[in-house]
């Protein structure tokens, strides 16, 4: 099983940045990707941005330009740098990790426990 940790949410005014922390710990062949998602109050879970190992990255539209992603493969943590927040930003995001693991390379997939970005004047 596969752990991870989120740090670096908070309370922020428009305009302004953060910068989001995801650890992993666990039985770790190989990361096939690491990412984030978010959630806001009455809506779905959706993408953020995703990155492989060798820093292939995908983010959704609305976010591209003003959000970065990337990895730390020696350490098994990825980062979200979030610049320009606008209020409908606010929302819980979460970690994912996509990784192989055990003696027949099964794939697996954990989630972080979220961190709420609240975007406010």
């Known amino acids: 099983q596969v752990h991870l940790v989120e740090s670096g949410g908070g309370l922020v005014q428009p305009g302004g940045s953060l910068r989001l922390s995801c650890a992993a710990s666990?039985?770790?062949?190989?990361?096939?990707?690491m990412g984030w998602y978010r959630q806001a109050p009455g809506k779905e879970r959706e993408l953020v941005a995703l990155i492989t190992p060798d820093n292939t990255t995908r983010y959704a539209d609305s976010m591209e330009g003003r959000f970065t992603i990337s990895i730390d493969n020696v350490n098994n943590m990825v980062y979200l740098k979030m610049n320009s927040l606008k209020p409908e930003d606010t929302a819980i995001y979460y970690c994912l990790i996509r990784y192989y693991y055990g003696a027949t390379w099964s794939r697996g997939e954990s989630w972080g426990q979220g961190t709420q970005v609240t975007v406010s004047s």
């Open positions: 666990g039985s770790i062949l190989e990361i096939n990707a």
